[in-house]
């Protein structure tokens, strides 16, 4: 209701300024002209205006509408909208001409008729060309806006399916932490109830939210080592290595702490000496480079992951990609032969 509503306010403040115009311009100097010719002008304009009006409407929009050019490249719309113009522009001047001789401000027999034959036809086709540029344009532009709409809502709806697959994939690993010490060592078992809790309790705070803070998601991320490292014991030694400068960013929810829970449960809990999780942060011109840095090869079983089944590392991409495009980067290599390093690029949000 609202788009048509500004459809006809537009078609009649734009033909109304036309008409307006030229009536008052035909007026300035009746003196030398007769007031005789400056009425029979004013009638003329009167009718070419109306028929104008009458084919911008149910001839050029009206062919547009059935046809449904909207919906079809500009590129191959141009040509057909031409020439409907023409056409319309034709039309337009037979009609007005033969109104003209009806009325008495014209006979067929005037000479003056071969030059406002032609100027009347220009000017037609030069007003139909900008309605037609001004009705498509809106139309394009609402199209696209639609689609920009359409397109977000989808990615929200895509990142909360994402994050709905990442949150029972940690609370199962961190239970499992835990399972471990219930019997054997009850005292860390309630340290490790507490940071659970923590963790619990910021992942629901942080649940809605499209970005977190790195500094939130970092502290996060140490609870989680600290209920690994209970478990791991001395197999697991822990190393952190931060750009003050890394606070100013945003990162998504869960992402730091999905990439140490696949460095653990693919590097160091398969080797029996255990080995080292580092954390690393830098900040250089504008990008935030996160680092997990693990003991081990990116092989076997990690790689199958990586390239195929990995939830946690899919999800991280797939999350990447619609919060940030294709300014975020997301690469994971061998180092040395000793460790495996997930590299995270992330562009400061503003």
């Avoid at 734009?14 to 029979?40: C, H, K, M, T």
């Avoid at 942080?206 to 197999?235: H, M, P, Q, S, W």
């Avoid at 975020?328 to 390093?341: G, L, M, P, R, S």
Wanted: glycine share 6%; hydrophobic share 40%; charged share 20%.
């Amino acid at each position: 209701m609202r788009k048509r509503r500004l459809y006809w306010i537009l078609q009649l403040v734009g033909w109304g300024l036309y008409f307006s115009a030229n009536f008052i311009s035909q007026g300035f100097d009746p003196q030398s002209l007769g007031e005789q010719v400056v009425r029979n002008q004013r009638i003329e304009l009167t009718i070419h205006s109306i028929f104008f009006f009458l084919l911008s409407h149910y001839f050029i929009r009206g062919i547009t509408i059935k046809r449904g050019w909207l919906q079809i490249n500009i590129t191959k719309v141009i040509p057909r909208i031409l020439g409907v113009i023409l056409l319309a522009s034709i039309i337009g001047n037979i009609l007005s001409f033969s109104l003209y001789f009806v009325v008495g401000t014209r006979t067929p027999s005037d000479q003056s008729l071969q030059t406002e034959i032609p100027l009347l036809f220009g000017s037609s086709f030069v007003l139909f060309v900008l309605w037609s540029t001004v009705y498509f344009l809106y139309h394009y532009l609402e199209s696209n806006n639609r689609s920009l709409k359409y397109e977000a809502a989808m990615n929200e709806m895509h990142l909360n399916q994402l994050k709905a697959q990442l949150n029972p994939h940690f609370i199962f690993n961190a239970l499992n932490s835990m399972r471990a010490l219930v019997d054997e060592e009850p005292t860390k078992a309630k340290i490790a109830i507490t940071q659970l809790s923590n963790i619990l309790r910021n992942s629901l705070i942080t649940d809605k939210k499209r970005v977190v803070n790195f500094r939130n998601e970092l502290n996060t991320v140490k609870d989680y080592l600290a209920l690994e490292g209970i478990r791991f014991e001395e197999r697991l030694k822990i190393k952190y290595k931060i750009d003050p400068r890394s606070d100013h960013f945003d990162i998504p929810p869960m992402m730091m702490q999905t990439l140490v829970e696949n460095a653990i449960k693919h590097g160091v809990s398969n080797l029996m000496e255990g080995g080292l999780i580092e954390i690393q942060s830098n900040v250089t011109d504008s990008m935030l480079t996160i680092k997990i840095r693990n003991s081990g090869q990116l092989s076997g079983i990690q790689k199958k992951t990586t390239n195929r089944t990995g939830v946690g590392l899919i999800n991280t991409k797939e999350r990447l990609k619609l919060i940030y495009g294709d300014t975020a980067t997301f690469n994971i290599y061998n180092e040395n032969d000793k460790f495996v390093v997930t590299e995270v690029k992330i562009p400061q949000r503003i």
